[in-house]
């Protein structure tokens, strides 16, 4: 799986959108981007994946360079339980053995501030 | 429908013992995977299985094992504890099939501490 490079922390003000970004240069031409995010204590919880094209549901947006070498992930409006970890992870869904596992970075944590 | 369910959610053991936590998938998912969460290592993978057969092994010692059960549920074991094996330990459920979806839904983790 491709590397990613995320910041150590962020800051939000409640209300406001979060943007949060992740470098992934080795993005080779059939991996998938995926975000997950953990509140303290969870297990980590699915927020949104793409491949080349902008994705959006109800919990995100996902904006992904035309080069595919970075994306970020936005919170449209960052509320105080938006609070947690937030992983960026490059993978192939399909295919052997070794993908069939999530290899999770550091993260960045998300801290939304009243 | 219901989600990933883990028992027992919090642990105690000594150094020397062995602990069999379990996972029940969400119902028609065929793949399990555990996790290893500590502060030092964060989250590491420890392996996955699918239809009873461990398709992929992390890189923890033989004293982790595991086994899926037909009716997709999944335990983990860790022989002969040490200190340092006392994390949160998560499994994820997953339909497996490899498509583009492949997402994972984690339970809330079974904490076990070693003293």
């Known amino acids: 799986d491709a590397k990613t490079t995320q910041p150590t922390s962020m800051d939000c003000a409640e209300g406001r959108a979060a943007n949060l970004p992740c470098n992934h240069s080795t993005i080779s031409g059939n991996e998938y981007v995926y975000w997950y995010r953990q509140i303290h204590s969870q297990g980590p919880q699915y927020i949104i994946h793409?491949?080349?094209n902008n994705e959006t549901n109800e919990m995100a947006s996902l904006i992904i360079t035309e080069d595919r070498k970075s994306s970020t992930l936005i919170l449209p409006h960052a509320t105080l339980r938006d609070t947690a970890v937030y992983y960026c992870i490059v993978r192939h869904p399909r295919g052997g053995g070794s993908n069939y596992k999530l290899t999770f970075g550091k993260g960045t944590l998300l801290t939304v501030n009243p | 429908k219901a989600g990933v369910t883990q028992t027992p959610r919090y642990l105690i053991k000594t150094r020397g013992q062995q602990v069999t936590l379990s996972c029940s998938p969400i119902?028609?998912?065929?793949?399990v995977s555990w996790y290893q969460q500590t502060p030092g290592q964060g989250l590491q993978f420890l392996f996955e299985y699918f239809s009873e057969t461990q398709r992929n092994k992390g890189n923890f010692p033989g004293r982790f094992s595991g086994r899926q059960f037909s009716n997709s549920r999944s335990e983990m074991n860790v022989s002969t504890l040490e200190l340092g094996d006392s994390a949160l330990y998560l499994c994820?459920?997953?339909?497996?099939?490899?498509?583009?979806?492949?997402?994972?839904?984690f339970g809330s983790g079974t904490r076990l501490t070693v003293v």
């Open positions: 793409g491949l080349k």
């Open positions: 994820a459920s997953s339909a497996g099939q490899g498509s583009e979806y492949s997402g994972y839904t």
């Open positions: 119902s028609g998912h065929r793949s």
